[in-house]
């Protein structure tokens, strides 16, 4: 003997359905009745004399965007050690931006000069003076 399913019942409703038009009869409609084409891309074409544009250039280097981006977060993650370090509580964003920004003018921008007080990994000289 089979076993006959049955269909389970479904609140799954359809959508109001709408016939689109279809391209030969929107150029028909544009043509005739002389609109403006509204919709499609915006277009990115440039006068020859300003050149390629570094926004639309898929060429363009981005390399130094995204070292001044990893930059300021290695900052930001040196400020909060050094804030741990000392004692300081920063909790808010804002501040915490602040006092990085703050410490990269006094110190001339060189986050490399900074010393966090962490040996050094590398086997080079600074290794053999420790």
Known sequence: MYRKNIMAASNLTSCDVVEGET?????????????PIKDGA?????????GVVAAY???TDRW???????????RSIQAKRDAKAKGIDVSKKDAKLE???????????????QDSGAKSIQGGNDAKAE
């Open 42 to 50: 915006p277009e990115i074409f440039t006068e020859r004399a300003q």
């Open 99 to 113: 006092k990085v920004e703050d410490s990269a003018k006094t110190q001339g921008g060189d986050s490399a000069a």
């Open 23 to 35: 391209i030969e009869m929107k150029i028909e409609r544009i043509v005739s009745n002389k609109e």
């Open 64 to 74: 130094e965007l995204a070292t001044d981006a990893m930059d300021a977060v290695q």
């Open 57 to 59: 250039n898929i060429r």
